[in-house]
């Protein structure tokens, strides 16, 4: 079996099958017309340049396309690059299909729902307990399969699902060290709190920004759907407005996206939750790529820093 595309090392040689995930036209310093490709499988991606690109490989190299490439893993500015000898289009003679190149969430839906249906459950507040229950019926299917970003963190399949389910979690263990804690608000909060992004992305693979995520935003998405559900089931008052403000606020700065800076203790915790789970799951998933005694690639969302693998880890 090949092994995955992020465990090739620099100077190795690849003959294998990718998916093309994204593609960017560029122009050479020569004048001439290139192809930046990102292609995946399902252990993680690879950047390659298709130099003096044809009208036909544009039109062949698209989105969603399988590729059969042979190259040379390359180090350029730090930074893993394929460098392409050889490239085509699959064929239904190569029997391979985009299912078998997409990288999953570590967890099966059906387990992610029922950690999500137990925690609705232990709600105690009514009103609380309706309105996540409502919006998270309401968008189960696309909840469950949607990534939870276009790139940096959680950018798989079921990667929403399973970015709040490890948030949830988190969020268990905060309410025991610290009892303070509305639970009820702090879980709802952390099921909502992006749920917006099934409106604000295409889909669940190669995922882009729709007129309404450009246009409005998964924050503002969300707080209007909550307002909508709210009225749909006759409830009003301070649980409908807090709910409201855990979205607003959950990026913790307007500089970062939020309209409002967390003024209630749970959205202040919902929103270090949020960021340290997002972190962790760029950080692990770069570590991954790398042996011990090596550092990763520097990491943009992380202030573009690059992170080292001690030696004496497992």
């Known amino acids: 079996m090949t092994k ?5 090392e620099v100077g190795e040689q690849i003959d294998v099958y990718l ?4 593609v960017t036209k560029g122009i050479a310093s020569n004048g001439k017309p290139f192809l930046t490709l990102i292609l995946q499988d399902k252990t993680g991606e690879i950047e390659a340049k298709l130099w003096d690109a044809s009208l036909d490989d544009e039109n062949t190299y698209v989105p969603q396309s399988i590729v059969k490439v042979l190259g040379d893993i390359s180090n350029y500015r730090g930074r893993t690059q ?4 050889n490239i085509r289009p699959a064929n239904a003679s190569d029997h391979v299909r985009v299912a078998d190149f997409l990288e999953v969430a570590p967890m ?9 249906t137990q925690y609705i459950f232990e709600m105690k507040n009514p009103n609380i307990q309706r309105i996540t229950r409502y919006l998270l019926k309401k968008y189960e299917n696309k ?15 079921s990667g929403l699902a399973y970015h709040v389910v490890s948030m949830l979690d988190l969020a268990k263990a905060i309410v025991k060290l610290y009892p303070s804690l509305d639970a009820d608000l702090l879980y709802a909060g952390i099921i909502l709190h992006d749920l917006g992004k099934v409106i604000e992305l295409s889909g ?7 007129l309404e995520g450009n246009l409005l935003g998964h924050i503002s998405i969300m ?3 909550i307002s909508k559900a709210a009225e ?14 855990l979205v607003l606020s959950h990026h913790g700065k307007a500089e970062w996206g939020s309209p409002k800076p967390p003024m209630v203790k749970e959205a202040e915790i919902l929103h270090y939750i949020d960021n340290l789970d997002a972190k962790m799951n760029m950080m692990d998933r770069a570590l991954e790529k790398v042996k011990p005694g090596e550092f990763t690639e520097r990491i943009f969302a992380l202030d573009n820093r690059s992170f080292y693998k001690p030696t004496f880890h497992r």
Do not use: C, D, W
């Open 143 to 157: 909840f469950l399969e949607y990534p939870a970003a276009t790139k940096n963190h959680h950018e798989f399949i």
């Open 204 to 210: 669940p693979v190669s995922a882009t920004y729709t």
């Open 223 to 225: 707080v209007s759907e």
């Open 19 to 22: 998916l093309v995930k994204s």
């Open 4 to 8: 995955g595309i992020i465990h090739y």
């Open 82 to 85: 394929l460098k392409i000898r």
């Open 108 to 116: 099966k839906q059906e387990e992610m729902m029922e950690k999500l």
């Open 232 to 245: 749909h089931l006759g409830i009003s008052g301070e649980e409908v407005i807090i709910l409201q403000h």
